[in-house]
Each structure stands twice: as C-alpha cells, then as structure tokens.
C-alpha cells in the first residue's frame, strides 16, 4: 500500500465501527485536564480503556494506541505520516525540510543521505571520541562537588553528537554554544506545545526574548557550521560532507534550507535523547548502587586494569541492559505522535483521515500484559533466556519502521561506554536538593537531579 492509497477499510468497504471512547472525560474539556495534570499516569491507564480509543481534548478527538501489536502496526502502516500538535510546535526549530519533519521521497531521500553515518560499521570510527567524553567526565567530576547533572548530561551528549558527525575542531569549541541554546528551546517548546497560547508568545517578555533569541542564535550557529566547513575546503567522511554532497532525485545539488534543516534536525534530537538517558542512566545508579558495584566487577573482569575502550563495549553486556532496563522503565522519547493520510483500520477499528493518533512507548514498556513485575528495575530480564518472553513491539525506546531512530546503535554504544567508564570510577549519591522526580517535556527526564561521585 501507498501512502496515497484509501487504506484497508476503504479498500474492502466494509463499515468498521470507531474506537470507543476512554472513560474519565468531564464536559468541555473532555480527557485534557486529566492528561495535562499527569499525562504519564494518564497514558499508562489508558490500556484498561481499550488497545485503541478516542479522547476528547477540548473539542477535537485524538486516537490513542495502547497494545504493543497495534503501536508497531501503525509504525509500519504507510497511512500514518509525521504531523499533528507535537511536530507543529518543533517546527519552528526543525524546519520542514529535515528528516525528522519530511515525510513521503523526501524523507526517504534524506535518510538514504544520512544513513551511511550511522552504520554499524562507521560506528566504531566514532569509539576514541566517546571515549575521551566519558574521561572527560571522569575529570570534571572528580572534584567532590555536586554535580548538576542536567547542565553536565547535555553538554556530553551534545559534544558526542557534534564532534563524530560534524567533525572538526570548529565543533569542539562551538559545542558549548548548541548546548546553551538547545537547553532553553527544549523547555519553551514544550511549554509552547501543551499551553498554546499563540500571540502571547511574540510579547517581549524576558522568558520570550530569550527563547527568541536562542532560537536564532542556533540557526545562526548552524549556518556558520556550513559556512566554516566550506570555506575550509575540506571533506572529512563525515555527516556534513555527506549532507554538502547530497544530490535531489534530479540530480541537483539539494538547497542551502535543505541542508540547515538537515544540520538541525540530526544535531538537536540526538542531545535531547541522549542527554535526558545519561540522566536517567545515573539516577538508576544512585538508586542501585548495586547495580553499579555490578558494573564495575563486569569492566574489571573484561577490560582489566586499562581504560575501558569502544572495542570493549560489546562485552559489556550486563552494562549494555542497564541501559536497556533504564530505557524501558524512563524512555527518552516518552509520547509519538503521527497522522493519518487516508481512512483506515487499526485494531479492528476505524481511524479517519486526517486523524490524531498518539501512543506512549513510555505506557507500553511499563504494561503489566507485557512484562512481568514491570515497575521494577531488572536489568537481568534482558538476559538471552528472558528477553524472548517480551512481545514484539513491547519494548522500541528507537521506535520501528521507516521513522525509526538512525542513531539506535550509536546512541547504545555511547551510552554504554559512557555508563561502563562512570560506574567503574565512581558511586553516585543524590544531594540534597535533587528532585528526581520525572519532568515531562520533548522527552522525558529526572527533573533537577543533584548528585555527589564519590570515587571508588
Ligand atoms: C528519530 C529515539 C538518539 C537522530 C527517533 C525516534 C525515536 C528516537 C523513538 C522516532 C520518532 C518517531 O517515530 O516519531 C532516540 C533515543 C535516543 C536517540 C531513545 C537515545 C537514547 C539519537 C541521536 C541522533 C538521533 C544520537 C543523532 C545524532 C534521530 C533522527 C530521527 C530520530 C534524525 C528522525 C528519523 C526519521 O524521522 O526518519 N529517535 N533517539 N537520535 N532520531 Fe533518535
């Protein structure tokens, strides 16, 4: 089937009933109090509702999808493109024209640009600069202070990110400076997404200035990243040389707001993710400090006394499911959103065109159909004999499908590099301060995490 195509209730003609609708909703609001006061609590009941149902937020109806079969159904099904509320309000630092926002050749287009990037094998040309990260950490952090760990997450996501795919020493120093803004546009975007208030937003307030000027400011940036690279002469086997060499399917040269989206839409998704994981990953470690004294017995019987390197990291393997185990438990990538192009069936039901549909990866890691005892911390259910038991689709922190995130296999072998370096040099101990509670926003995250690393 094409995205163009009427899709399968319409092929067969066959009169499908609609998705019934959650209970819970009060008059003129419908479900969006209840999903704007606790929308983690709110998504995960949503399964004893139903495996598909409507909401009424205010007076429009959203699709929400609550069965594992059904989310990675939709992320295959070719009737569901990348739209609706949440893009909408990305779209002002995405672009159009990246390959997070486009959808249909000129998104298949860009990731055939892209891909290569993040192959399997062009990873480990990535391993010494996640590993000097990591170190770097170790360093920075050996003072005894405590540690922000919001302010020191990002900052080593987004070097990772900047310095093995946009390569160059233009990007160690400039890395500080996507950090800065990218911090500021992910909390006022997400603001802007569940409190739309439209105009108020141009009023020139300070919180608005300087969302404004942030946003510019990275725009900016990007644009001095193409402008350097170009005037530099040189063509490193790196992303940006291949997004400067993209051709369009005539052949031609792709334009110059193509490749800012591009820069855009690959650098900032990547620390988001990343930085909102390293969090996570370390709350789990303060909250296991078990888990962590496993870690590091894990390291020293594989990698000994040396540094840990990247050639290490598939060894690592009780390592690799905690970070696995703390994806499922905290996604980065808490709530998806798509749109339909066509009429069409899901679970039985009909969902039309032109319809809302969400689905939280963050309800589904943690459904109780799905997992045995799923609110608890078990790295150890991801061992080859267990992890057979999850259903298909249970478990896609990455997602599935045409949309599914390049970055999978470097975002776990950074995390797991990462986590193996930290938990062999240090335990970790919430200060006070901390709120680990979860902050809801682009993606999911410990709120204001305040930790001490107390060397081993
Ligand atoms: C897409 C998760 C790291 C670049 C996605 C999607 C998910 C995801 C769930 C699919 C979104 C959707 O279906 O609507 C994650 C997680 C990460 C991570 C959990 C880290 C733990 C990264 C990194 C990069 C990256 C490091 C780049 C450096 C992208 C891009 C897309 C994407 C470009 C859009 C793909 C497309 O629409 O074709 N990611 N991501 N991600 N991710 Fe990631």
């Given at each position: ?399 599935v499908g045409n949309r599914k995130c390049p970055s999978d296999h470097f975002s776990m072998a950074e995390l797991t590099l990462i986590t193996a370096v930290l938990a062999t040099a240090y335990r ?29």
């Amino acid at each position: 089937m094409t995205v163009e195509s009427a899709g399968p209730a319409a092929a067969t003609g066959t009169a499908l009933s609609e998705p019934p609708v959650a209970g819970g909703a009060v008059p003129l609001l419908g479900h969006g109090w209840r999903l704007a006061r606790d929308p983690l609590a709110f998504l995960t009941r949503l399964r004893d509702h139903g495996d598909v149902v409507r909401l009424r937020l205010g007076p429009k109806t959203v699709y929400a999808v609550t069965a594992p079969h059904l989310t990675g159904a939709l992320a295959l099904s070719p009737d569901y493109i990348i739209a609706g509320p949440l893009w909408e309000s990305l779209e002002s630092l995405l672009g159009k024209e990246g390959v997070a926002t486009a959808n249909g050749p000129l998104h298949r287009r860009q990731r055939r640009t892209i891909q290569p990037a993040f192959r399997l094998d062009a990873i480990p040309g990535y391993g010494p600069v996640m590993a000097e990260e990591a170190y770097a950490l170790v360093d920075r952090w050996s003072t005894g202070e405590v540690l922000d760990v919001t302010a020191e997450s990002f900052r080593a996501a987004v070097r990772v990110s900047a310095r093995c795919l946009m390569r160059g020493g233009y990007m160690d120093v400039h890395a500080e400076r996507i950090c800065a803004d990218l911090a500021t546009l992910f909390s006022g975007m997400y603001q802007r997404m569940v409190v739309p208030l439209g105009p108020l937003y141009r009023v020139p307030v300070p919180s608005n200035r300087e969302f404004n000027r942030a946003l510019a400011d990275l725009h900016l940036l990007v644009d001095e990243i193409v402008a350097d690279r170009r005037a530099s002469g040189r063509k490193p086997d790196d992303l940006l040389t291949a997004l400067l060499d993209a051709k369009d399917d005539q052949g031609e040269p792709i334009g110059e707001q193509e490749i800012h989206d591009q820069v855009i839409a690959i650098l900032t998704p990547g620390s988001e993710t990343v930085g909102s994981m390293l969090m996570s990953l370390l709350l789990v470690l303060t909250e296991h400090p078990e888990t962590g004294d496993r870690i590091r017995a894990e390291v020293e019987r594989t990698v000994g006394g040396r540094p840990v390197a990247f050639e290490d990291v598939r060894k690592l393997t009780y390592t690799a499911n905690v970070v696995v185990e703390t994806m499922r438990l905290h996604p980065a990538v808490w709530v998806l959103t798509r749109r339909t192009v066509a009429d069409t069936e899901l679970g039985g039901y009909r969902i039309p065109a032109g319809a809302d549909v969400i689905y939280s990866p963050y309800a589904v890691q943690r459904d109780r159909r799905s997992f045995d005892r799923p609110e608890q911390f078990d790295p150890d259910r991801w061992l080859p004999g267990r992890s057979g038991e999850v259903p298909k689709y249970a478990m896609a922190p990455f997602s599935v499908g045409n949309r599914k995130c390049p970055s999978d296999h470097f975002s776990m072998a950074e995390l797991t590099l990462i986590t193996a370096v930290l938990a062999t040099a240090y335990r970790f101990e919430q200060a006070p301060g901390s709120d680990p509670r979860p902050r809801i926003g682009i993606t999911l995250r410990p709120r204001a995490l305040k930790v001490r690393a107390v060397p081993r």
